[in-house]
């Protein structure tokens, strides 16, 4: 049985180990390949931190998105977003990934002012759901993650 994963290990982890141990420790409590920070650039969402569960270097692809392409404009616009499935998720109707990044659970990110900043997300290729807690857990983090970004 996996630890209790918690808020507080998560800034322990981010004020003792950085954003990139931080970001790890987040990806370690879900099933998704992907755990990421993007930074709102205009209309373009940039990668600043990416979780690979492969170990793999990130590909190109994931560097910057245009937010109209992206999963992420749907955090920016509603505050959240949770798709498990994105082939069946009717809100993607007509989005060019939609079936291609097949989960995302996303939320934002505000800097010290209160203004969007960018977007703390899971996503992967593959269909997997995200439990409540860990939905919550992502919830907490992007609360504390700007402050070191």
């Known amino acids: 049985?996996?630890?209790?994963?918690?808020?507080?290990?998560?800034?322990?982890?981010?004020?003792?180990?950085?954003?990139?141990?931080?970001?790890?420790?987040?990806n370690a409590g879900v099933p998704h390949r992907y755990t990421a920070v993007y930074r709102l650039d205009g209309q373009i969402l940039r990668n600043v931190i990416l979780h690979d569960k492969a170990g793999e270097m990130r590909p190109e692809f994931l560097e910057s998105v245009a937010m109209a392409d992206s999963f992420c404009q749907f955090v920016l616009r509603d505050g959240v977003f949770r798709t498990d499935d994105s082939a069946k998720?009717?809100?993607?109707?007509?989005?060019?990934?939609?079936?291609?990044?097949?989960?995302?659970?996303?939320?934002?990110?505000?800097?010290?002012?209160g203004d969007l900043w960018g977007t703390l997300c899971h996503f992967d290729v593959q269909q997997l759901g995200l439990a409540d807690d860990e939905f919550d857990l992502l919830q907490r983090a992007a609360r504390r993650l700007p402050a070191y970004l």
Do not use: W
């Open 1 to 26: 049985m996996t630890a209790v994963r918690s808020s507080e290990v998560f800034s322990e982890t981010l004020h003792a180990r950085g954003t990139e141990a931080a970001i790890a420790y987040l």
């Open 89 to 113: 998720d009717t809100r993607l109707d007509g989005h060019p990934y939609q079936g291609v990044m097949v989960c995302y659970h996303g939320v934002p990110l505000m800097d010290n002012k």
